[in-house]
């Protein structure tokens, strides 16, 4: 059947979504990492395409697919991340879903760490990571929307707000990954449905608990009603 304009509402569009960890290197053999799946960003960076846009998915290690029609880069590590982004500006709009490691180790060890007889573990020297989102937000090349997410356990709607203001997000996604939040077995890192809060400067929008890929499509919906009044 032929697709009316209507159904394609993101066709022109570029659009970048970061999805799943990253991973940070300790030596040849050892990664710090965290519980992120990709699900919900892919499921965002699909919808996004279904739409019509030309969807630029950066991720990290996951074990999921690649999303049909969505231009993947694969990356390990948030600087590999925030290179792989900044080389797809200048685009529309712009959705960060990775669950990027704050931080990294100093200096990666070239050889394994080996045990040594009486000296203990060794002590991990730990800095900070670049922001990727707060890059994006402040970039001169910065899309015309930009939307982060805000994984908590605690004081959820407190921390959202301050990331909206310090990263230069018009949206933050809010999302409660605490093991109480009550969603599942698995909760919402790794399983398949979230509750999330859409939080912005004209205030907070409660979404129920729903599966990731209607999260992704009402995500979508949204994304392509703010890009309505910015010229393609
Ligand atoms: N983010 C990013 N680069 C980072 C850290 C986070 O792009 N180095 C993005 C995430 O993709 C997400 C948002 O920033 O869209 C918030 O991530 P989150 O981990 O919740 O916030 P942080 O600023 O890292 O603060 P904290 O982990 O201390 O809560
Ligand atoms: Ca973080």
């Given at each position: 059947a032929?697709?009316?304009?209507?159904?394609?509402?993101?066709?022109?569009?570029?659009?970048?979504?970061?999805s799943?960890?990253?991973h940070e290197p300790i030596d040849p053999v050892r990664y710090i990492a965290n519980r992120s799946s990709g699900k919900q960003g892919h499921a965002i960076?699909?919808?996004?395409?279904?739409?019509?846009?030309?969807?630029?998915?950066?991720?990290?290690?996951v074990t999921i697919a690649d999303p049909v029609g969505v231009a993947t880069?694969?990356?390990?590590?948030?600087r590999q991340m925030q290179a792989a982004v900044e080389a797809l500006l200048p685009a529309d709009a712009a959705v960060f879903v990775a669950?990027?490691?704050?931080?990294?180790?100093?200096a990666e060890s070239g050889e394994k760490i080996k045990k040594v007889a009486?000296?203990?573990?060794?002590?991990l020297q730990m800095v900070e990571n670049p922001d990727i989102l707060a890059g994006v937000g402040h970039h001169?090349?910065?899309?015309?929307?930009?939307?982060?997410f805000a994984a908590e356990?605690?004081?959820?709607?407190?921390?959202?707000?301050?990331?909206?203001?310090?990263?230069?997000?018009?949206?933050?996604?809010?999302?409660?990954?605490?093991q109480g939040s009550g969603i599942g077995e698995a909760g919402v890192m790794g399983g398949d449905r979230n509750r999330v809060r859409i939080v912005s400067k004209s205030g907070i929008e409660e979404w129920p608990e729903m599966g990731k890929d209607e999260v992704a499509a009402r995500l979508a919906a949204l994304i392509a009603e703010k890009l309505k009044t910015v010229a393609v």
């Open positions: 032929l697709l009316g304009g209507g159904e394609k509402p993101l066709a022109g569009r570029r659009i970048i979504v970061t799943g960890p990253t960076a699909a919808a996004l395409a279904k739409l019509g846009a030309d969807v630029r998915l950066v991720s990290g290690p880069t694969h990356v390990e590590t948030a669950a990027v490691a704050d931080w990294r180790t100093a009486g000296e203990g573990p060794p002590a001169a090349k910065r899309p015309a929307l930009v939307v982060g356990t605690q004081s959820i709607l407190k921390n959202a707000e301050a990331k909206l203001k310090k990263k230069g997000a018009d949206f933050i996604v809010a999302n409660d990954v605490s």
